[in-house]
């Protein structure tokens, strides 16, 4: 899950920061630098867990959803205020929806 998620994220960052224009080796090399952080947290993520208490866990999920959110949102040239407030209002909202899932489907 986590290199399938990776390599959409990837393709999507390298498709905001073409900006409409050719494809050249720095956009592919760009998503691809996207694509193994982004896949490398969510394996992280997913192997250390269960190790965690479930609001501490929903509040690592909701973290990670809110920054990739918020550095796609900021590659679309918007301003870093407006970049923030929305990974931070889509990291809550993830935080919210997870705890509710951890909470509720304890192991």
């Known amino acids: 899950m986590p290199a399938v998620l990776g390599v959409a994220y990837g393709i999507y960052a390298s498709f905001i920061a073409r900006d409409a224009g050719p494809v050249t080796g720095w956009n592919v090399g760009f998503g691809v ?16 867990q269960y190790a965690m208490i479930p609001l501490v866990r929903a509040a690592a999920y909701g973290a990670l959803f809110g920054v990739a959110l918020g550095f796609l949102h900021s590659l679309s040239e918007n301003s870093i205020l407006s970049s923030v407030v929305v990974g931070g ?8 929806a997870a705890f509710y899932v951890f909470y509720t489907h304890e192991r």
Request: with cysteine.
């Open 33 to 48: 630098i996207c694509a193994v952080i982004l896949a490398g947290l969510c394996f992280l993520l997913g192997r250390t």
């Open 89 to 96: 209002a889509l990291g809550a909202g993830m935080t919210v």
